[in-house]
């Protein structure tokens, strides 16, 4: 079957660096995608990754290794703001989204 | 970027009503559109998949009589939960995929929540 694990809430201090995981197993890969979601509202695109390495885009990286079936988002100095659920989603051979159940992020001051 | 827009954001209805939530694509033409329901504290789950001029396939426990799917133009997809009760009470979100980003991103309406009751 078709499995996406993540962490369901981890705790980070403002100003800090967080690290969130997440592994799959899916039937076939075409990238995966890291969404914000803010309770109450729709995900929001953060990044995509199709082939293995860490891209950057501001205060967010996303790492991926297919062979390991394995990603993480990293978000560095932490702000309030960042306080949310961190979705990660895999796109199968069909191209359709596999989602994970998200991790919610508390930042605390 | 592309923008997605979902009409209503918020609607309450009572029990054994129907109603219809509709997405749009703003500024670029969705050949596919999603429509995803999510329950409290829950990650998203897929509900059906929308082409443009062709029936909706329904995920597996899906009821296609009771959740209506119409994409009849290539910016606009409605879906009608008929005969409301309060257990499809939920946030329902749209999504659409626009053809000419390279890795297929599906972008996100607001979402429209849903008190039944």
């Known amino acids: 079957g078709q499995n996406i694990d993540q962490p369901t809430e981890m705790t980070a201090t403002e100003g800090a660096i967080v690290q969130i995981n997440c592994t799959y197993q899916?039937?076939?890969?075409?990238?995966l995608f890291w969404y914000q979601q803010h309770a109450g509202e729709a995900p929001t695109f953060l990044s995509y990754n199709v082939l293995d390495g860490l891209e950057e885009k501001g205060r967010f990286s996303s790492f991926l290794s297919r062979s390991k079936g394995y990603s993480y988002l990293l978000l560095k100095e932490l702000q309030m703001k960042d306080s949310a659920s961190y979705l990660c989603?895999?796109?199968?051979?069909?191209?359709?989204?596999?989602w994970g159940a998200g991790t919610k992020l508390i930042i605390k001051p | 970027g592309a923008v997605v827009s979902q009409h209503p954001s918020r609607v309450i209805c009572k029990s054994g009503t129907s109603v219809k939530i509709e997405c749009r694509s703003l500024d670029f033409q969705a050949t596919t559109m999603f429509w995803y329901r999510q329950f409290p504290k829950q990650s998203l789950m897929l509900m059906a998949t929308s082409n443009e001029g062709s029936k909706a396939t329904y995920e597996q426990g899906v009821e296609k009589d009771k959740f209506l799917i119409n994409h009849a133009s290539l910016t606009l997809s409605t879906l009608t939960v008929t005969s409301a009760h309060p257990e499809d009470s939920s946030f329902y979100i749209c999504?659409?995929?626009?053809?000419?980003?390279?890795?297929?991103?599906?972008?996100f309406g607001p979402g429209t929540r849903l008190t039944v009751l």
């Open positions: 899916t039937s076939g890969f075409n990238g």
């Open positions: 999504s659409a995929r626009d053809p000419t980003v390279s890795y297929n991103e599906q972008f």
């Open positions: 989603a895999v796109q199968d051979s069909n191209y359709q989204l596999i």
